[in-house]
């Protein structure tokens, strides 16, 4: 009789939680959503090229659409860099102090009268510092990754205003203004080196051991640890790569604009993010990809431009972003809750 | 006692309410009442439709057809507020409150005392106090919450719940945390309320607990209920067969057959620090065993398998695998590399990302095998993920569904799954089967004995009694750090092990 009761007394965790798991719920939602958002994405996209090209007739032109991408290539690497940190359960405010400060780095150094491979590389390397600098003291110092990279924003960014005393810095040697040359079809070389860098790190993401450790990461950092992955390494790891991609978007602006300045790319902390998480990351870590930051890069971009065109102003213009931002995300969530509240 | 459903002025009446998810019939058309000062246990495996039950009563979930009334009104389908105004309290597993604040501060929450918005520590603790004095439940109120054992902070819950006039309490697995002596105490407390006319609704597991509780028992299978009763109409065998259905056979404990080989797993003189540490314990575990270790909260077992798995680096003592001696390892990685899988206790906390599917999640331990210079190979995960899906019998749509939309026995067998895909020479499992229906619980329990008669050293290391003496040839009791017991073959009993674990 009593055997028989042994193998009865099993508690039942997940069948009656309703009020409690909703959280932990949201995490499978989360990467469903993530799938649908990143389709979803590029319908968006495709819609708002759709209306802005039945809206006025400069929209899509050759010249219009090639100026769209060119102008959209900094804050896209940028947020390619942020996307590994957001997969991996991160967060990184600091890209826009590093994306000034290697401006700066890259003009001292090219009229330093270093070779402009050179200078591009210190640049690349003042970024990884950086990234270093942020991931060590979230692992090691366990300090909250929104305080670290604050305060890192802040410090790198300082660091740029201190480089050039506050100062424009014009670069002299013409030959550092690559990014913004046409050397293949109508499209500038920046464009050429968003779209490789894009698909090079869907390509590590999806298909690589460091991609899968990154989503096991940001899905459930004890889990990661428990599976055998140096979850520190890799923390730290994310930042470093956030860096140096914004690094290189700093390198983007010096050559577009033949100068090194600390006002460069003072918006690209909240739009790299907000490219992100319309592209199906999640701010909770272990979703996301970049492929579809890309197409959120590229509808922050057209939303921009084609207002533009219609002649809406500058203000209204950063109301429809947020707005855009606010529903794209909340009917993703609300499909993932949806979809998602179904066992 | 009421041994039909109801008295004559029924405190809580659904009638026809039925709930489907697609093609999925969650739950048939079913009636269900719960009469004033009536008890009725809610009996079902995963998936059975206990929970879509308990839902629709608290208005979690807005059932397709029928409705639900308290006290003869109505209350608005799919509306938890209503519910909870109407007096109906869900009493959840894993328990709402905030940590920071007070006894007394978290049962006074929704309506602290006080006037024009300000209130004072002492009014809230002194109105907590009153509450609890006439409630008969008595918790100090001035101690911060995280302070309490589960146990307690299992009656706060139940002291708020009843604060806010509830009349009927539904309580999902309320003993699942606790001792046998807890829970014994819990079922006293529930039990006055109930004489002070409180009805009262237990889904649980624990067939014995509730069957001398309760005035009816229903068993639910598939959405449908199979049986309802009083407690005196159904044996236990009787219950879990309903619960099971047909085809499915009650097997006692399987022990080992052939003699046990040489030894794998050596625990050599391991100490950690803290009250609930380690104190000189030596474990071996031989090939072809299945050795148990049992203790109650607090003993150190979860010390003995945090440290078998790498995750705590306070262990002082030494880990001999097949006769190679190394210190306790440092991390979970040293512990995999020494040939140890360890399968945490908590699988949605520590051991899962619920996110990934499931043939990733399978593979999770073993991306540089399933992988060359760094690039994955899609079939080689999949090979792994359906290798070790065929062991245990995974109930799943496909390899590609997320982990987190799985019950909790197949989550658990997919952990499990994981923690072998490295071909472990040692096996450490902590409670194994936690929140695992009976079904699969039998099913894990199943294979660990295969997995011993395949030649790995298989530990379970667990606080839940009949688990111990169901799976182990041998069984090692903890208590206050030491081992005070050990059981072999007859001896291997609940009584045995309790009275060493708790002496």
């Known amino acids: 009789m009593t055997t028989e009761i042994h193998k009865s007394a099993a508690p039942d965790h997940d069948d009656l939680a309703p009020s409690s798991s909703p959280a932990r719920a949201s995490h499978a939602a989360a990467l469903r959503a993530g799938a649908v958002q990143s389709l979803g994405i590029a319908g968006f996209l495709l819609v708002l090229v759709l209306v802005f090209s039945a809206s006025t007739p400069r929209f899509l032109t050759g010249d219009n659409l090639a100026g769209i991408l060119a102008s959209v290539a900094f804050i896209g690497v940028v947020a390619l860099g942020q996307t590994v940190v957001i997969v991996g359960g991160g967060f990184d405010l600091s890209v826009a102090g590093v994306a000034p400060l290697s401006a700066v780095v890259f003009a001292q150094q090219v009229n330093d009268g270093r070779a402009v491979v050179v200078a591009l590389l210190l640049a690349l390397v003042a970024g990884a510092i950086v990234g270093t600098v942020n991931g060590l003291i979230v692992t090691k110092g366990g300090i909250n990754p929104l305080i670290t990279t604050l305060g890192m924003l802040s410090v790198s960014g300082g660091v740029a205003f201190t480089l050039v005393d506050g100062q424009s810095v014009p670069i002299e040697n013409f030959s550092a203004g690559f990014m913004a040359e046409t050397d293949l079809l109508w499209v500038p070389n920046q464009v050429w080196l968003f779209a490789l860098a894009a698909l090079a790190l869907a390509f590590v993401l999806r298909f690589t051991v460091y991609g899968r450790s990154l989503y096991a990461l940001g899905g459930n950092k004890e889990a990661a640890r428990l599976a055998g992955m140096r979850t520190d390494a890799l923390a730290i790891s994310t930042y470093v790569a956030s860096g140096t991609f914004a690094a290189l978007g700093g390198v983007i602006l010096a050559s577009q604009l033949l100068a090194g300045d600390g006002n460069l790319g003072k918006d690209a902390a909240l739009l790299s993010v907000a490219a992100v998480v319309l592209g199906g990351g999640s701010l909770l870590g272990g979703a996301g990809g970049a492929l579809g930051t890309a197409a959120g890069v590229l509808v922050l971009g057209t939303l921009a431009n084609g207002l533009t065109l219609m002649h809406v102003s500058t203000f209204y213009q950063q109301i429809a972003t947020g707005v855009v931002l606010l529903v794209a995300v909340g009917f993703s969530q609300l499909r993932g809750a949806v979809s998602g509240g179904v066992r | ?503």
């Open chain 2, 1 to 503: 006692m009421n041994d039909q459903a109801g008295g004559p002025v029924p405190l809580l009446v659904a009638e026809g309410i039925t709930k489907s998810y697609g093609a999925n019939v969650a739950l048939a058309p079913t009636d269900f009442s719960v009469g004033p000062g009536e008890a009725v246990a809610v009996l079902g495996e995963n998936g059975a439709g206990k929970s879509t039950l308990a839902k629709i009563l608290t208005g979690a979930t807005r059932p397709d057809c029928g409705t639900v009334s308290v006290a003869g009104r109505e209350i608005a389908p799919g509306s938890p507020r209503d519910s909870l105004l109407r007096g109906i309290a869900l009493i959840p597993q894993e328990l709402a409150y905030v940590p920071q604040l007070t006894v007394a501060e978290n049962v006074m929450l929704n309506r602290l005392p006080g006037r024009h918005g300000l209130t004072s520590r002492r009014a809230v603790v002194a109105a907590a106090a009153a509450l609890m004095e006439r409630l008969g439940l008595w918790v100090d109120p001035s101690t911060p919450m995280a302070r309490l054992g589960v146990s307690d902070q299992q009656i706060v819950e139940i002291v708020k719940a009843l604060g806010r006039e509830s009349r009927l309490l539904i309580l999902d697995e309320p003993t699942a945390a606790l001792t046998e002596d807890e829970a014994a105490q819990l079922y006293r407390l529930l039990g006055e309320q109930r004489a002070q006319g409180i009805g009262i609704v237990v889904v649980s597991h624990h067939l014995d607990q509730v069957r001398r509780f309760v005035d009816r028992i229903d068993v639910f299978r598939d959405g449908a209920r199979v049986f309802s009763g009083p407690p005196s109409a159904a044996g236990p065998a009787e219950l879990i067969a309903h619960m099971l259905g047909p085809g499915v056979e009650d097997a006692g404990p399987a022990r080992r057959t052939g003699s046990p080989g040489p030894s794998i797993l050596d625990v050599t003189g391991w100490s950690t620090p803290g009250r609930s540490g380690l104190r000189d314990v030596s474990i071996n575990v031989r090939q072809g065993e299945v050795v148990g270790v049992y203790g109650l909260r607090g003993s150190g077992v979860v010390a003995l398998a945090e440290g078998l798995g790498g995750r705590r680096r306070d262990v002082h003592g030494t880990v001999t695998i097949s006769g190679r001696s190394r210190p306790a390892m440092a991390s979970p990685r040293a512990a995999i590399r020494a040939g140890i899988s360890y399968v945490p206790a908590d699988r949605k906390r520590d051991g899962l990302v619920l996110s990934q599917p499931i043939r990733t999640a399978a593979a999770m331990l073993v991306l540089g095998r399933i992988s060359r210079w760094g690039l994955l190979s899609a079939s080689a995960e999949r090979a792994v993920a359906g290798a070790s899906a065929g062991r245990f019998r995974l109930r799943h749509s496909s390899l590609d569904q997320p982990v987190g939309q799985l019950s909790g026995g197949n989550q658990q067998k997919v952990l499990l799954t994981s923690r072998l895909a490295t071909d472990p020479r040692v096996l450490v499992a902590h409670e194994p089967t936690r929140g695992v229906d009976v079904g699969a619980r039998r099913e894990i329990h199943d294979a660990l004995r295969a997995l011993s008669d395949a030649g790995t050293a298989v530990l379970v290391v667990t606080s839940d009694v009949e688990e111990v003496v169901d799976v182990s040839d041998r069984v090692l009791v903890i208590r206050d750090g030491r081992i005070v017991g050990e059981l072999i073959g007859e001896h291997i009993t609940q009584d045995n092990a309790v009275r060493h674990a708790a002496a």
